[in-house]
C-alpha cells in the first residue's frame, strides 16, 4: 500500500485548505485512513480518521470537530482521502500525514494502530 499526501500551504487564520491523501495498491479498499499532524517541537498528534470502502464511519480529534471534514473518494485504481480545513487557526500549522490500517470495524486514534505512512506536507496558517 502506497500513500500520497498533498495539498499543503500557507493560509491566514480563518482561510481553508483541502489535503487529498492517494492510496493505491493491493486491496486498498480494505483500509482506513486516517491524518495525523505533528508541529514543531510536539508530538505527533491524530486529527481524523475515516472507515474502509464507502466511508461511512468517521472520528475526529476534539481540536478540530466542527472545523475539518475527512472524506474518500473510491475509484477502480485508488483512494482519494480528503481532508477538508475550514476555520484554521495558527495552532493549525503542522506537517500533516496519513495513514492507513486494515479496517477492523474500529476507528483508532494511536499512531501505532497505522502500518502505512505517507510523507506529510505542511500547513501553515498565519495570524
Known amino acids: 500500500v502506497q500513500l500520497q499526501a498533498s495539498g499543503g500551504g500557507l493560509v491566514q487564520a480563518g482561510g481553508s485548505l483541502r489535503l487529498s491523501c492517494a492510496v493505491s495498491g493491493s486491496t486498498f479498499s480494505r483500509y482506513a485512513v486516517a491524518w495525523f499532524r505533528q508541529a514543531p517541537g510536539k508530538e505527533r498528534e491524530f486529527v481524523a480518521a475515516i472507515s474502509s470502502w464507502s466511508g461511512t464511519s468517521t472520528y475526529y480529534a476534539d481540536s478540530v470537530k466542527g472545523r475539518f471534514t475527512i472524506s474518500r473518494d473510491n475509484s477502480e485504481d485508488t483512494v482519494e482521502v480528503e481532508l477538508q480545513m475550514d476555520s484554521l487557526k495558527p495552532e493549525d500549522t503542522a506537517v500533516y500525514y496519513c495513514?492507513?490500517?486494515?479496517?477492523?470495524?474500529?476507528?483508532?486514534?494511536?499512531?501505532?494502530?497505522?502500518?502505512?505512512w505517507g510523507q506529510g506536507t505542511l500547513v501553515t496558517v498565519s495570524s
Open positions: 495513514g492507513a490500517q486494515v479496517y477492523n470495524n474500529r476507528l483508532y486514534s494511536e499512531e501505532q494502530s497505522y502500518d502505512y
